[in-house]
């Protein structure tokens, strides 16, 4: 007994010790710029995947099974990660975009602009602006924008939107403040393409007219249509519930089945925001916001599951 405790030890903490270490190697790095940020985001969220999937598998890691039992508990873990990463990694690295940094104006220079979307389901536009100087003490002003696209059939649609610049109060220490600007000069869009045709941007307006020309960015949309996506997080839901309820590990209290309706949530968020190149305060909001709605979610599935699934006896 006393040979085998060091490597239960081992077992018990090697996984989440190594995972907290990456997670926090990564946050320091890219605050002292030792790493991009998309690549600091992607190790803290394959880290985090990686200990979740460790807290619902920790009885078949920790405890002595068969190996048929881990090399299971090994697949799905593996699957499990991979699935619920790639959305953010879709999100983080775009790919090599269709259009980059086009210059438009109110005047028309830049348009007409053709997006080469031929055979895509969806494109995901960047537009950026620039404000006006503001006054001392007060914020800049707005910059209203419509933008007209066409696809292959003719058809034409507008997408809007502001670029603002807000002051909020923020606190210095116990007592201090400051007033702050918080500008919001980029917004992404995803655009349906049924036709799966190109896109050519035809017009656009800017109020005031005087205001600087708008970037534009697009790139191929990575994620399938929504049905085909939800068909697969339905799938991967399912398979964690199954897991949990019947699989080889002992009496689970849901672990994986909470994890994968939080992070669910979590992606959710993270994809559907406005921040164009998102963030650790972006990851962390949609933790809290997506994850806790994902995870209660998930809780009344399990309490349901629990009553209506009976675990087979062994």
């Known amino acids: 007994m006393a040979a085998w405790l060091p490597l239960d030890n081992v077992r018990s903490w090697l996984v989440p010790t190594v995972a907290a270490l990456i997670i926090v190697g990564s946050i320091v790095a890219s605050a002292v710029d030792l790493l991009a940020l998309p690549v600091a985001l992607a190790g803290t969220i394959l880290a985090g995947l990686v200990l979740l999937a460790y807290i619902g598998m920790r009885p078949i890691v920790t405890e002595e099974r068969p190996a048929r039992d881990r090399l299971i508990a ?34 028309g220079g830049g348009l007409p602009l053709r997006i080469p979307a031929a055979g895509r389901g969806a494109v995901d536009l960047v537009l950026e602006g620039k404000l006006a100087a503001a006054a001392a003490g007060s914020a800049a002003p707005p910059v209203h924008f419509h933008l007209t696209l066409a696809d292959a059939s003719g058809a034409s649609r507008t997408i809007e939107g502001t670029f603002e610049d807000t002051l909020r109060t923020r606190r210095l220490g116990r007592r201090g403040s400051a007033v702050v600007h918080q500008s919001h000069t980029a917004d992404v869009r995803v655009l349906d393409n049924p036709g799966r045709g190109d896109l050519t941007v035809t017009n656009l307006v800017l109020e005031p007219t005087s205001a600087d020309p708008i970037t534009l960015t697009a790139f191929a949309h990575p994620l399938p249509g929504p049905i085909v996506l939800g068909f697969i997080a339905l799938a991967l839901f399912a398979g964690a519930v199954a897991f949990d309820r019947l699989g080889p590990a002992p009496e689970t209290d849901g672990a994986l089945t909470l994890a994968t309706a939080a992070v669910f949530g979590t992606a959710l968020i993270f994809w559907t925001s406005n921040a164009v190149h998102p963030g650790f305060q972006a990851l962390l909001g949609s933790a809290i916001f997506g994850g806790s709605i994902g995870f209660a979610a998930g809780a009344l599935v399990w309490w349901t599951v629990k009553r209506v699934l009976v675990r087979p006896a062994r």
């Open 74 to 107: 090994g697949l799905v873990v593996a699957v499990w990660v991979i699935a619920l990463y790639i959305p953010f990694h879709d999100r983080l690295f775009p790919g090599t975009p269709l259009v980059e940094g086009a210059q438009m104006t109110a005047a």
